[in-house]
């Protein structure tokens, strides 16, 4: 048996620790210090890091855990993330051992071109592609490849529980409030999320359920949805064009 504990870090990041009683691994270090304080306060040992993606906020600890702890790093080899010491692709799987869990690797383009998504039985670690009631923005690649990676994570069975990498559940849920502000799962995810962060607990993981009803990025055949982005000129209701439509807004939002 293991947990899943999020470690926050810098602004609004969350550094995702899976463990037992003595082992651990982590998911998108961005800093060092609250990983060693984790591991420090649990009596662990660190025996594997895996990366989503290479952009700093998700990498920026690794230099430093592996000055102190000889493991590998998992990932999609980039120039930008030199520190990847095994190098995944799609179809590859992480088995960490001492944990009982082995991962499938995704490859998700869209957000940037390195990004992958570690998939388990009800497990997906899924950096800044998937957000709570959100998607990540599109700096390179396409939003073609973007818009087939969220739907591909969409088709993972609904009790998919989705770590993200940031804690944006509230501002995302602004912008889905104003798409549908009819939907009941939206003001009633609104309403938990509010209740959470008064709480100053995590709004994630979620579910790929409640990501469907909830998430305007995961919904864009929806009428009232597409009747929102109509009144603002929107012509194209293709289910591409009303994501293109959705990610440009939320761009400016």
């Known amino acids: 048996m293991f947990n899943i ?4 870090a810098l602004q609004d990041n969350y550094i995702w620790a899976i463990h037992n009683d003595r082992h651990a691994a982590v998911v998108d270090p961005g800093e060092a210090a609250p990983v060693q304080a ?26 430093k ?17 030199p520190l990847v010491s095994n190098k995944l ?11 009982g869990i082995v991962f499938d690797v995704l490859e998700i383009p869209g957000h940037v071109n390195d990004h992958l998504a570690y998939l388990a039985p009800d497990i997906l ?18 939003l073609s490849q973007l818009h087939r990676s969220l ?26 409030l104003a798409c549908e502000p009819n939907n009941p799962d939206i003001q009633q995810r609104d309403n938990a999320t509010r209740r959470l962060r008064d709480a100053k607990q995590p ?21 009232e949805l597409i009747h929102t982005l109509q009144q603002q000129g929107l012509t ?10 959705l990610r440009e807004w939320k761009n400016h939002f």
């Not at 504990?5 to 926050?8: F, H, K, L, N, S």
């Not at 855990?65 to 993330?81: I, M, Q, S």
């Not at 899924?126 to 599109?138: E, K, Q």
């Not at 609904?158 to 770590?163: A, P």
Request: proline share 5%.
């Open 89 to 99: 692709h799609e179809g590859d799987q992480v088995k960490l051992d001492a944990l």
């Open 125 to 142: 670690f899924c950096g800044d592609t998937l957000f709570g009631a959100g998607c990540g923005g599109s700096f390179e690649g396409t």
């Open 38 to 63: 984790f591991l420090d306060t649990h009596g662990l040992q660190l025996d594997a890091i895996l990366c989503t993606h290479r952009h700093a906020d998700h990498t920026g600890g690794i230099a």
């Open 236 to 245: 194209d209701t293709s289910e591409f064009s009303v994501f293109t439509a």
């Open 151 to 176: 739907q591909r994570l969409a088709q993972l069975p609904d009790s998919t529980r989705v770590y993200s990498g940031h804690e944006y559940t509230a501002a995302n849920l602004r912008f889905a």
């Open 65 to 81: 855990l592996r000055e102190v702890y000889n493991v590998p790093v998992y990932g999609r080899w980039h120039a930008g993330n």
């Open 5 to 8: 504990t999020a470690i926050p």
């Open 203 to 223: 709004t994630v993981p979620s579910s790929i359920a409640l990501e469907k009803a909830t998430n305007p990025f995961l919904r864009c055949t929806q009428p």
